[in-house]
């Protein structure tokens, strides 16, 4: 895949040694009735070239996702709360009722989500590795680690 260009279907960012930020790509590829969503580690060569193209992106430590704009190819990211009210839409079903959050104003939705994410490893653990794929699903990994 080029590194210059966004890629047509919307590509999560993790925490690959995270315990919870794992359980929730198992949980999405269950879930995920179009099959089009890819993952990769924010540790992975893919990760780390999604940060380096957004300097905004150096020093996050959040689920990141990346989609191209529908209008251009212009590669868009969102993090934190907003990355993850995007992939609850992507979901659709009852997920999108976790939409409702959208009414709180953005900082406070950020708030709430880096708390949790600061004791993320405390409540879920933390791996010394990145798990690897299981072979169904394996193909929907870029870069595994």
């Known amino acids: 895949?080029?590194?210059?260009?966004?890629?047509?279907?919307?590509v999560l960012l993790y925490d690959g040694?995270?315990?919870?930020?794992?359980?929730?790509?198992?949980?999405?590829?269950?879930?995920d009735r179009r099959g089009t969503?890819?993952?990769?580690a924010l540790q992975s060569p893919?990760?780390?070239?999604?940060?380096?193209?957004?300097?905004e992106l150096k020093d996050v430590d959040s689920v990141v996702l990346v989609e191209q704009s529908p209008d251009?190819?212009?590669?868009?990211?969102?993090?934190?709360?907003?990355?993850a009210l995007r992939i609850a839409a992507y979901l659709g079903g009852w997920w999108k009722f976790f939409?409702?959050?959208?009414?709180?104003p953005r900082p406070l939705r950020d708030l709430y989500y880096d708390l949790f994410a600061r004791y993320r490893y405390r409540l879920f653990g933390k791996h010394d590795s990145c798990p690897i794929p299981s072979p169904e699903v394996r193909?929907?990994?870029?870069?595994?680690?």
């Open 17 to 31: 040694l995270c315990g919870f930020c794992n359980q929730s790509v198992q949980m999405i590829l269950q879930r």
């Open 99 to 104: 939409l409702i959050f959208r009414t709180l």
């Open 139 to 145: 193909s929907r990994f870029i870069d595994s680690v």
């Open 72 to 83: 251009t190819d212009e590669e868009r990211v969102f993090i934190r709360s907003e990355a």
């Open 1 to 10: 895949m080029s590194q210059t260009v966004a890629p047509s279907y919307p």
């Open 46 to 55: 893919y990760g780390e070239a999604v940060k380096a193209r957004h300097p």
């Open 37 to 40: 969503m890819r993952f990769a």
